[in-house]
């Protein structure tokens, strides 16, 4: 049992040295910079608004020219022209809402002035620079599959920026800076080995993960369970004439003790870094079932009653000139919705002008759809986000209506009044899965996560001591490899000796 406890912490950390230390020093980056991105609203802020009398094609139309079953219907604009955006999970299409043609690809040049437009400079300073048929460093999150190819163009200017824009649909999907992509190398993509190469990869990538972390938790339980065993309540040691509680000198003397207090935090980082990558599929996922969205919908989406001009008599009710709105479907009736949050309305008689919310007693009948048979135990307003439908950026919305159901799975379901879709599931274990992963890895807890600096105090002292235990133990770890070295470089040197 010592030698195995030795050997396995021995050996898995030196193999692991270097990991943990970029582990934990990128974690601390990643508490204030992740990926790069092009949030929603920065992109519909750099759209024109929409021009009702310009459009001349139904949304049903638009749906039979693009040839898809689409899970999403956006109105917006394309060159100060209304496009309709038809996407399903596997391809995306535009069609011009006021010509009835079919957007067929972008050229280059036409790519140049969507990204010089959208970064805000008028002046030839945008360059064209590669045609992309695969995700590269930064398009490998954030862009859906179905946006690809994408033209990736730079901008001369002083953030050094870069603009991808999607051949399918026209749209720039991604924009980073010279200073984004600085700190996405140094946090995200040193914490989650999210190098292009290798990412691209996806089952490699994710079984290396899965089976690094698995080491990584053999490597702390072994530590963890050596170093109680080798502590000395009573002193019992004699370190140069004087009594101690740890074996070790030197900097094991410090490696030894780092553990102890860090090693318990650094098992559990690693274990819920493992549960980050669903293993073994062990938990559900947070996202509705088709059979509860259609039932909340009222069936698929259907387009016929939406005519264009009831379409423009629902954009020019909005309070404001919009620039993107979304076609959605709730308990059987069409619905247009603007972004951000800026009202819904009925396709089916927009002359009731716009609503902020849906009444509450028709999401109340939508939820017990849902979830047929099975009763309703409980239903709260959220005003304020609970442990599990939260958002560190504060961008997901609020008031929210939750649904608890008396099932076996014990599902919560979250219904958003402002969109009449369902925002988020819930049951047992995603709920287990929740405190196990981000309740273990990111430490938001809410009696802590709310409360900055405290979490970042907290979550930064714990990355320290974790650097402290690594670095402590790779200066032995040299010596001991060096010594390895020698010994086998000796021994081949015997064996070539003539007898």
């Given at each position: 049992?010592?030698?195995?406890?030795?050997?396995?912490?021995?050996?898995?950390?030196?193999?692991?040295?270097?990991?943990?230390?970029?582990?934990?020093?990128?974690?601390?980056?990643?508490?204030?910079?992740?990926?790069?991105?092009?949030?929603?609203?920065?992109?519909?802020?750099?759209?024109?608004?929409?021009?009702?009398?310009?459009?001349?094609?139904?949304?049903?139309?638009?749906?039979?020219?693009?040839?898809?079953?689409?899970?999403?219907?956006?109105?917006?604009?394309?060159?100060?022209?209304?496009?309709?955006?038809?996407?399903?999970?596997?391809?995306?299409?535009?069609?011009?809402?006021?010509?009835?043609?079919?957007?067929?690809?972008?050229?280059?040049?036409?790519?140049?002035?969507?990204?010089?437009?959208?970064?805000?400079?008028?002046?030839?300073?945008?360059?064209?620079?590669?045609?992309?048929?695969?995700?590269?460093?930064?398009?490998?999150?954030?862009?859906?599959?179905?946006?690809?190819?994408?033209?990736?163009?730079?901008?001369?200017?002083?953030?050094?920026?870069?603009?991808?824009?999607?051949?399918?649909?026209?749209?720039?999907?991604?924009?980073?800076?010279?200073?984004?992509?600085?700190?996405?190398?140094?946090?995200?993509?040193?914490?989650?080995?999210?190098?292009?190469?290798?990412?691209?990869?996806?089952?490699?990538?994710?079984?290396?993960?899965?089976?690094?972390?698995?080491?990584?938790?053999?490597?702390?339980?072994?530590?963890?369970?050596?170093?109680?065993?080798?502590?000395?309540?009573?002193?019992?040691?004699?370190?140069?004439?004087?009594?101690?509680?740890?074996?070790?000198?030197?900097?094991?003397?410090?490696?030894?003790?780092?553990?102890?207090?860090?090693?318990?935090?650094?098992?559990?980082?690693?274990?819920?870094?493992?549960?980050?990558?669903?293993?073994?599929?062990?938990?559900?996922?947070?996202?509705?079932?088709?059979?509860?969205?259609?039932?909340?919908?009222?069936?698929?989406?259907?387009?016929?009653?939406?005519?264009?001009?009831?379409?423009?008599?629902?954009?020019?009710?909005?309070?404001?000139?919009?620039?993107?709105?979304?076609?959605?479907?709730?308990?059987?009736?069409?619905?247009?919705?603007?972004?951000?949050?800026?009202?819904m309305i009925s396709l089916a008689?927009?002359?009731?002008?716009?609503?902020?919310?849906?009444?509450?007693?028709?999401?109340?009948?939508?939820?017990?759809?849902?979830?047929?048979?099975?009763?309703?135990?409980?239903?709260?307003?959220?005003?304020?986000?609970?442990?599990?439908?939260?958002?560190?950026?504060?961008?997901?919305?609020?008031p929210i209506l939750r649904v608890?159901?008396?099932?076996?799975?014990?599902?919560?379901?979250?219904?958003?009044?402002?969109?009449?879709?369902?925002?988020?599931?819930?049951?047992?274990?995603?709920?287990?899965?929740?405190?196990?992963?981000?309740?273990?890895?990111s430490l938001d807890f809410p009696?802590?996560?709310?409360?900055?600096?405290?979490?970042?105090?907290?979550?930064?002292?714990?990355?320290?001591?974790?650097?402290?235990?690594?670095?402590?133990?790779?200066?032995?770890?040299?010596?001991?490899?060096?010594?390895?070295?020698?010994?086998?470089?000796?021994?081949?040197?015997?064996?070539?000796?003539?007898?």
């Open positions: 049992m010592r030698r195995a406890l030795i050997y396995t912490h021995r050996w898995l950390g030196i193999g692991g040295c270097l990991l943990f230390l970029a582990w934990f020093a990128s974690g601390i980056v990643m508490m204030y910079a992740r990926m790069p991105e092009l949030r929603r609203s920065d992109r519909l802020s750099r759209l024109t608004p929409i021009r009702p009398e310009a459009i001349r094609i139904s949304p049903a139309d638009a749906v039979r020219i693009g040839g898809v079953a689409p899970s999403a219907i956006h109105l917006s604009t394309l060159e100060g022209r209304p496009v309709y955006r038809l996407s399903s999970a596997r391809e995306a299409v535009t069609v011009f809402a006021d010509s009835g043609d079919m957007l067929d690809g972008v050229e280059r040049g036409r790519a140049v002035a969507i990204a010089a437009t959208f970064a805000g400079d008028a002046s030839p300073r945008t360059r064209y620079d590669a045609l992309l048929e695969q995700p590269d460093q930064w398009t490998l999150t954030g862009v859906p599959r179905a946006a690809f190819p994408l033209h990736r163009l730079a901008v001369d200017d002083a953030d050094r920026t870069v603009v991808y824009v999607s051949d399918a649909t026209g749209e720039p999907v991604m924009r980073t800076t010279a200073r984004a992509r600085r700190w996405g190398y140094a946090g995200a993509v040193l914490h989650w080995l999210y190098f292009a190469p290798f990412r691209r990869h996806a089952t490699l990538w994710a079984q290396s993960i899965i089976w690094l972390s698995i080491a990584g938790c053999a490597m702390c339980a072994t530590g963890l369970i050596w170093g109680v065993w080798r502590y000395s309540p009573s002193s019992r040691y004699r370190l140069k004439r004087k009594h101690a509680h740890s074996p070790y000198a030197g900097m094991m003397h410090w490696h030894h003790y780092a553990g102890l207090l860090f090693g318990l935090t650094t098992c559990s980082w690693i274990f819920s870094g493992l549960l980050s990558m669903d293993p073994w599929d062990w938990h559900p996922g947070t996202a509705p079932t088709r059979h509860q969205r259609e039932a909340v919908a009222g069936g698929r989406i259907a387009l016929d009653g939406v005519t264009i001009p009831r379409l423009r008599a629902a954009i020019d009710a909005l309070a404001s000139k919009p620039r993107d709105v979304e076609i959605v479907q709730f308990r059987g009736e069409p619905y247009l919705v603007a972004e951000p949050r800026n009202g008689m927009p002359e009731r002008g716009a609503m902020t919310e849906l009444p509450e007693a028709a999401l109340l009948e939508s939820a017990r759809a849902a979830m047929l048979p099975t009763p309703v135990v409980d239903t709260t307003w959220l005003r304020a986000y609970d442990a599990y439908y939260y958002d560190r950026d504060g961008e997901l919305p609020l608890r159901y008396d099932d076996p799975q014990q599902t919560w379901l979250y219904f958003d009044p402002h969109r009449g879709t369902i925002a988020r599931k819930e049951e047992r274990w995603s709920r287990v899965n929740r405190w196990l992963y981000h309740g273990l890895h009696f802590l996560y709310y409360h900055r600096p405290l979490w970042d105090v907290v979550v930064i002292a714990l990355s320290a001591g974790g650097i402290v235990s690594t670095v402590t133990a790779a200066a032995p770890a040299l010596r001991r490899l060096r010594r390895h070295a020698r010994r086998m470089r000796a021994r081949r040197a015997r064996l070539r000796i003539p007898l």
